[in-house]
């Protein structure tokens, strides 16, 4: 395929998957990952870069900051962007096994060994829990530029892409990086159980049941004194306020 070829939609949506899993400063044709796809899908890196810039130009979250992409995005473009709103994880999942087929990676068996995945069940490791466990990670630690937005911590070991409305209760959002925090296992660990949250402003909130620690200097340092801090804002897919009001409701303790 010549690279001055219009795009198809298997290309699109391929250069969209890619784009939810970089950070935005690394959008550019010398990041081997664009260059692995270009390859791919015969194109220069260079067209592949300022494909997935166009795609930034159509994020809330970057044009709210007034950086504007290219700001020459297609209708097919938007297109795109709005076919993986409605369906994020049957898109997710399809992209990645077509560029699995460009890679030459044949199809795997289901694993026979237990794991639990990130919906918090344990199941046989299967390849398309895999998949979606890779997608929504990276693109969430992507989003906050692999940083634990409360703490900063950017040991990657240590992170972890938590979701706001847990698995259970919204399926077509389990996928969506829009419904993602990067946070370190610990704070990950207090946000699902509700031990702390985060206010559709942005703000930290302490559970009650937490100060009843408030002795341990540790607990005091690593959680409590987060009351009323804003966590750091991601670079893309700024979280949903409506998924942060339901966290809010539904999950966490309270005071």
Not at 20 to 27: A, H, S, T, V
């Amino acid at each position: 395929m010549a690279s001055g070829d219009r795009w198809t939609k298997d290309e699109l949506r391929l250069a969209f998957h890619l784009y939810c899993q970089l950070p935005f400063g690394k959008l550019h044709s010398k990041n081997p990952d664009i260059m692995e796809l270009a390859k791919l899908i015969h194109r220069t890196p260079s067209s592949v870069a300022m494909k997935l810039v166009n795609f930034a130009s159509l994020d809330p979250a970057i044009t709210s900051t007034g950086r504007t992409g290219l700001g020459n995005a297609s209708k097919v473009d938007e297109e795109i962007w709005n076919e993986y709103q409605r369906d994020w994880d049957s898109l997710a999942v399809q992209s990645a096994r077509l560029l699995e087929k460009l890679r030459g990676i044949a199809e795997a068996p289901p694993d026979d060994m237990n794991a639990e995945n990130f919906y918090g069940e344990t199941t046989p490791a299967t390849v398309e829990v895999r998949r979606r466990q890779q997608f929504f990670r990276r693109s969430v630690l992507a989003s906050y530029e692999n940083k634990c937005c409360m703490t900063g911590i950017t040991a990657g070991e240590l992170l972890v892409a938590s979701h706001i409305v847990p698995w259970n209760a919204d399926a077509h959002n389990r996928l969506n990086p829009r419904n993602g925090l990067c946070l370190s296992a610990l704070h990950d660990r207090a946000f699902d159980r509700g031990l702390i949250t985060v206010t559709p402003d942005l703000s930290i909130r302490i559970s009650s049941s937490i100060r009843d620690y408030s002795q341990e200097e540790f607990v005091r340092t690593a959680l409590i004194n987060l009351e009323g801090h804003k966590i750091h804002l991601p670079e893309k897919f700024r979280p949903k306020p409506e998924f942060l009001e339901f966290h809010n409701l539904h999950v966490f303790k309270g005071r």
